[in-house]
């Protein structure tokens, strides 16, 4: 198993922009496929983005597309979800994902597909 701890959640105003890091450790990183989910209070968690192992493919969620961007640094084994235009419906706590199997988008949104998992980081947007 791979071990991811995230980083990077804070307060930020509607508007503005956060970037979170997640580290992995335990595993050859490029082995795996990675991912960011969020679960807001009283909500299912729900998919955010993905990127294959080369950082040649990246999914995203309707609701992110445009405002936010995932990338990797395979040489630091860390990946990062660039957050942008940030509004109050962002507010979750964001979880890192790691997988072996990559596929097709409607795949990868199931949490399902997801082998391991961070502690999860708070973004809050206030208004």
């Known amino acids: 198993q791979v071990q991811l701890v995230e980083s990077g959640g804070g307060l930020v105003q509607a508007g503005g922009s956060l970037r979170l890091s997640c580290a992995a450790s335990g595993r050859t990183f490029t082995s795996y496929h990675m991912g960011w989910f969020r679960q807001a209070p009283g909500k299912e968690r729900e998919f955010v983005a993905a990127?294959?192992?080369?950082?040649?493919?990246?999914y995203y969620a309707d609701s992110v597309k445009g405002r936010f961007t995932i990338s990797r640094d395979n040489a630091k084994s860390t990946v990062y979800l660039e957050m942008n235009s940030l509004n109050p419906e962002d507010t979750a706590v964001y979880y890192c994902a790691a997988t072996w199997r990559w596929g097709i988008p409607a795949e990868m949104v199931k949490t399902t597909r997801w082998g391991s998992w961070g502690q999860g980081t708070q973004v809050t947007v206030s208004s």
């Open positions: 990127i294959n192992w080369s950082g040649g493919s990246t």
